[in-house]
């Protein structure tokens, strides 16, 4: 069983920046693809970015030039750092995990609140 804790959410100005991160415990790390997720109210949940086991990361075309996964194996942790926020940026963030390359993810952290408004 895998655990997932995300901090660093907060309210922020547009135009301004945030941190993510993401503590994982249990399982084996370095083998997780590691996905960021966003559902705003009264939207679908979708995927922000990715990071792959071998470091390839993949990003959501609304978030492309602003938003940087990254992940260290050693700390057991994956960040996503927000960067030139908008309004349309708030949501709630979910970490996830997952074996597979493709497909839902196996596990879910229970998510952080991100506001950009002025």
């Known amino acids: 069983q895998v655990q997932l804790v995300e901090s660093g959410g907060g309210l922020v100005q547009p135009g301004g920046s945030l941190r993510l991160s993401c503590a994982a415990s249990g399982g084996i790390f370095r083998f997780y693809v590691l996905d960021w997720y966003r559902q705003a109210p009264g939207k679908q949940r979708e995927l922000v970015a990715e990071?792959?086991?071998?470091?390839?990361?993949n990003y959501a075309d609304f978030v492309k030039g602003r938003f940087t996964i990254s992940r260290d194996n050693a700390k057991k942790t994956v960040a996503l750092q927000m960067n030139t926020l908008k309004p349309e940026d708030t949501a709630v963030y979910y970490c996830?995990?997952?074996?597979?390359?493709?497909?839902?993810?196996?596990?879910w952290g229970q998510g952080t609140q991100v506001t950009v408004s002025s």
């Open positions: 996830a995990a997952r074996y597979s390359s493709q497909g839902d993810p196996d596990y």
């Open positions: 990071i792959r086991v071998d470091g390839r990361t």
